[in-house]
């Protein structure tokens, strides 16, 4: 049984760039979360994609957008690079079950992006 | 604004002793908290989970504990062994829709286990 995974795992990009990061849920699992994760922080959450539709949103701005799939695959765009946008960024899946949550969240290895 | 805390950063302990990592949190509303553990250069790993109905959790060594009325969260690790060591995150969950998850983390305890 597979779990989350994430590509690429690590990636170098220039100020102004655009990036795309992939993830793949864990078998079963049908919503979609990202979060960011600065060097020697805890993970901050970006948006959450739950039937191919964004339905929570951090304090990211714009430049982040996000897609999810029918396979509810997911993946994370960011838009004109910034030095600071350089982080670990985390794909959690999770399975929405009726009106409350089941099972936990599980988190991939993450793509660990560098902006020069 | 609302946030999760730790009141300390870094913890030492010996082989076999018994670990505790606090957290506190300030958000009354929340209602679900998780415990993460994350090694160098991997994704966070599901520790052990609690809701607000409950006030203790246990888990294969591990121990969580919630105290609402301090809003005060804490992680027992028993007979702490090297392959504990890591960054310890408490998380609670602000929902703020049916079926939905958005963790706030914390910034982390190190874990450093000595032989």
């Known amino acids: 049984d597979a779990g989350v995974t994430q590509s690429p795992t690590h990636l170098i990009k220039t100020r102004g760039q655009q990036v795309t990061l992939r993830c793949s849920p864990k078998?079963?699992?049908?919503?979609v979360s990202w979060y960011q994760q600065a060097l020697g922080q805890g993970p901050q959450f970006i948006f959450q994609?739950?039937?191919?539709?964004?339905?929570q949103r951090g304090n990211f701005p714009d430049r982040f957008s996000g897609h999810q799939f029918p396979n509810y695959s997911s993946e994370l765009n960011v838009n004109a690079l910034l030095l600071g946008d350089s982080a670990l960024y985390l794909c959690?899946?999770?399975?929405?079950?009726?009106?409350?949550?089941?099972?936990?969240?599980?988190f991939g290895e993450g793509s660990r992006l560098t902006v020069l | 604004g609302e946030s999760v805390g730790l009141h300390l950063p870094t913890l030492s302990v010996q082989e076999g002793d018994n670990s505790i990592i606090n957290c506190a949190y300030s958000?009354?509303?929340?209602?679900?908290f998780i415990w993460y553990k994350q090694e160098s250069g991997k994704g966070p790993q599901f520790i052990i989970d609690?809701?607000?109905?409950?006030d203790k959790r246990q888990g294969q060594r591990v121990t969580v504990l919630l105290n609402k009325t301090v809003k005060h969260l804490s992680l027992q690790i028993a007979a702490t062994q090297p392959g504990d060591s890591a960054v310890y995150f408490c998380?609670?969950?602000?929902?703020?829709?049916?079926?939905?998850?958005?963790?706030?983390f914390g910034k982390g305890t190190k874990l450093s286990v000595i032989p």
């Open positions: 958000n009354s509303a929340s209602d679900y």
């Open positions: 994609y739950y039937e191919e539709e964004e339905r």
């Open positions: 959690a899946s999770s399975l929405v079950s009726g009106s409350t949550n089941t099972g936990e969240l599980f």
């Open positions: 998380a609670e969950n602000s929902l703020s829709g049916a079926g939905s998850y958005q963790l706030t």
């Open positions: 078998s079963g699992h049908d919503t």
């Open positions: 609690i809701r607000s109905n409950m």
